[in-house]
């Protein structure tokens, strides 16, 4: 039996406001959690994302906004390139090397891969019915392949150029 469009439309929402809702937490707990934002540029900057604090600002600008996006069904496979990009960044930087499991030591890849793949399957669905995308009369440009390349393509390749121009894991080991 194949999913309706109800049943699409359902999904959409489910997943838009849990994925936006987990991008929201992980930004504000960067911007005032624990060790703030001056926290957080340090932690990058412990990683190899230099200047840290412009990492930080970015990458909690992007989890807030993009989250925000999400729920309200705004750009919805643009919302999700932003889900894509910091949570690909976190998986290079931060987890791959530490295996799949969340449990392990260090945090594994699990989590960040699988709101990687989610928000890949949001551009795709698009927004759904209850979604200012719907309102707005931009979901039938911005669902299907279109978003999902628009999701996966820009998350990804904007994840490759912040890498490729900011991270410099080898310094680590030349300053200690």
């Given at each position: 039996m194949a999913v309706?469009?109800?049943g699409a439309d359902i999904a959409s929402l489910v997943l838009r406001i849990s994925v936006g809702g987990t991008l929201i937490a992980h930004g504000w707990n960067h911007a005032f959690g624990g060790g703030k934002i001056e926290g957080t540029a340090g932690w990058f900057e412990s990683m190899g994302l230099r200047p840290g604090r412009l990492h930080a600002l970015m990458a909690t600008g992007t989890e807030?906004?993009?989250?925000l996006l999400l729920i309200l069904g705004l750009l919805?496979?643009?919302a999700a390139a932003g889900a894509v990009g910091t949570m690909a960044v976190a998986l290079i930087t931060a987890h791959l090397?530490?295996?799949f499991f969340i449990f392990r030591p260090g945090q594994g890849y699990e989590y960040v891969v699988m709101i990687i793949l989610v928000a890949c399957g949001l551009g795709a669905l698009g927004g759904?019915?209850?979604s200012l995308d719907r309102a707005l009369t931009m979901s039938d440009d911005l669902s299907g392949w279109t978003g999902l390349i628009i999701a996966a393509g820009t998350g990804i390749l904007g994840a490759a150029l912040l890498l490729a121009a900011f991270w410099r894991p080898g310094r680590l080991a030349e300053q200690r």
């Open positions: 309706d469009a109800a807030l906004g993009a989250g919805t496979p643009v090397r530490n295996g759904g019915t209850v």
